[in-house]
T-cell receptor
Framework: GENVEQHPSTLSVQEGDSAVIKCTYS??????FPWYKQELGKRPQLIID?????GEKKDQRIAVTLNKTAKHFSLHITETQPEDSAVYFC?????????????FGRGTSLIVHP | SQTIHQWPATLVQPVGSPLSLECTVE??????LYWYRQAAGRGLQLLFY??????ISSEVPQNLSASRPQDRQFILSSKKLLLSDSGFYLC???????????FGQGTRLTVV
């Protein structure tokens, strides 16, 4: 089955700095890579995703890059703000298929200091 | 648009008592449904998933069970709760065509 590794487990940055979270996956068949943000006590929310036919995707201050050959993908947050503080999860899965289960990384706790 | 409802939001139960958490999805049909738990720390532990009515797969042997009596309803149960069952329980549904998964609001369960 799929295995997703996520690093770092904790990331502390100053407001305005950039933050990068990295994930690797093991199953070359995976073709869909979402990122979730979970604020304290709340549900994980999908913030951005990327499919395997795309190398990079941006949405305002966040971007995701994918290297299919190396089987790794990264989340980039620029100009970080205190409200970016949360736990971020990456995941790998297939877009098609009935029973395929999204596999999540263990999460990265991002702390943005004002 | 699709929505997912999960209740209750918070629950305090004594050891040995039963449990029933319910999750329903609106605006889609034949979704994949999942139950996750977050214990101490932040990892998402998959407990059960279902690809259709009456079809349940268990990922971790434990004190819990799941049922899917209707296409868009997923229930997590226990006959007798243990202290170790405390945690944050999340229901999720997945759009098979798109692959995106969406979470319910979660239930904070404290077993005392």
């Amino acid at each position: 089955g799929e295995n997703v590794e996520q690093h770092p487990s904790t990331l502390s940055v100053q407001e305005g700095d950039s933050a990068v979270i990295k994930c690797t996956y093991s199953d070359s068949a995976s073709n869909y890579f979402p990122w979730y943000k979970q604020e304290l006590g709340k549900r994980p929310q999908l913030i951005i995703d990327i499919r395997s036919n795309v190398g990079e995707k941006k949405d305002q201050r966040i971007a995701v890059t994918l290297n299919k050959t190396a089987k790794h993908f990264s989340l980039h947050i620029t100009e970080t703000q205190p409200e970016d503080s949360a736990v971020y999860f990456c995941a790998a899965s297939l877009t098609a298929g009935g029973s395929y289960i999204p596999t999540f990384g263990r999460g990265t706790s991002l702390i943005v200091h004002p | 648009s699709q929505t997912i409802h999960q209740w209750p939001a918070t629950l305090v139960q004594p050891v040995g008592s039963p449990l029933s958490l319910e999750c329903t999805v609106e605006g889609t049909s034949n979704p994949n449904l999942y139950w996750y738990r977050q214990a101490a720390g932040r990892g998402l532990q998959l407990l059960f998933y279902s690809v259709g009515i009456g079809q349940i797969s268990s990922e971790v042997p434990q004190n819990l069970s799941a049922s899917r009596p209707q296409d868009r309803q997923f229930i997590l149960s226990s006959k007798k709760l243990l202290l170790s069952d405390s945690g944050f329980y999340l229901c999720a549904w997945r759009d098979r065509g798109q692959g995106k998964a969406f979470f319910g609001q979660g239930t904070r369960l404290t077993v005392v």
